[in-house]
């Protein structure tokens, strides 16, 4: 774990996003609506609930590296979802409400049984970090493609003092979740192994995309984004990460594009870019 470690303390030592010196100068706020509007509700409402997923239901025994990541990880989303949430309605966007959101059901039961049992804990353990590696490309390469339309449109402000400082938070987050997943993988027996790959090929969904209510909003991101080229940018990116912890392909199976497609198929935009293929 002493990689973990230095990743962990690169994820503190980053600087932070403070949101009074944001630059929320918006050049053509009606451009930015109508280009970004799926991108940014879909952002807004996965930073914001991940930021409240209560990671303690998930897994009530944690390390103490990974107790300081969840802090450091913690105050980072929320601080996202509060700029992002302000910059839509600076052009004129609802904010996705998110009172009363709760964690997921599934997470306490879950925890229980990474309470009753320090094997299956390392199995879950694995398994949150490898789903976070992926999670955390996962956003960072949307803000990459958000990021590069708005300094196409001119709007410089946002690009300088907002959408950098999300793509190096992300990346830096990948790089901890990355790095203690390998660690942690190297101390698993063989049924431990087989046990992670298994639960990760039958759940692994994108960040804000496990419920079928949620997949649309998914789906018209990627259409939005990386209408021309979702494989390159977002299936085989993410689905490297997961051979790379968890072995080779055919042990994890093709995961990220079965995935993808099922929110692609949710929507009606969706559909039609799979139409073209």
């Known amino acids: 774990m002493v990689l973990a470690a230095d990743r962990l303390e ?67 989303e929320l601080g996202h979802a509060r700029a992002l949430g302000h910059l ?19 997470n306490a039961k879950i925890g229980a049984l990474g309470r009753a049992s320090k094997r299956l804990h390392e199995v879950i353990e694995v398994i949150w970090a490898t789903s976070g590696a992926m999670n955390e490309h996962l956003a960072m390469t949307a803000y990459h493609r958000i990021d590069a339309i708005l300094q196409a449109d001119g709007e410089q402000a946002l690009h300088e003092t907002l959408f950098r400082r999300l793509r190096a938070h992300e990346s830096a ?10 660690a942690r993988w190297a101390t698993l ?30 789906a018209r991101t990627v259409v939005a984004l990386s209408a021309d080229d979702w494989r390159e940018t977002l299936v085989d990116p993410l689905q490297s990460i997961a051979e790379r912890i968890m072995g080779a392909a055919g042990e994890v199976g093709p995961i990220v594009e079965r995935a993808v497609v099922l929110t692609l198929e949710s929507d009606p935009a969706g559909e039609e870019l799979l139409q073209r293929l």
């Open 10 to 76: 690169f994820v503190e030592r980053k600087p932070p996003l403070v949101f009074d010196e944001i630059d929320f100068t918006v050049v053509n706020p009606e451009r930015l609506a109508t280009r970004l509007a799926d991108p940014l509700e879909y952002a807004q409402r996965v930073e914001h609930l991940v930021g409240v997923t209560q990671m303690e239901t998930l897994m009530p025994r944690r390390s103490d590296e990974v107790e300081r990541f969840l802090v450091q990880w913690t105050d980072d």
């Open 88 to 106: 839509m309605e600076l052009v004129g966007l609802q904010p996705v409400p998110l009172d009363g959101v709760v964690p997921p059901s599934q």
């Open 173 to 182: 987050h990948k790089s901890f979740y990355a790095t203690y997943a390998a």
């Open 189 to 218: 027996r063989g049924w431990q192994r087989r046990l992670a790959r298994a639960t990760l090929r039958r759940t692994w969904a994108p960040v804000g995309a496990t419920e079928a209510v949620d997949r649309p909003a998914f």
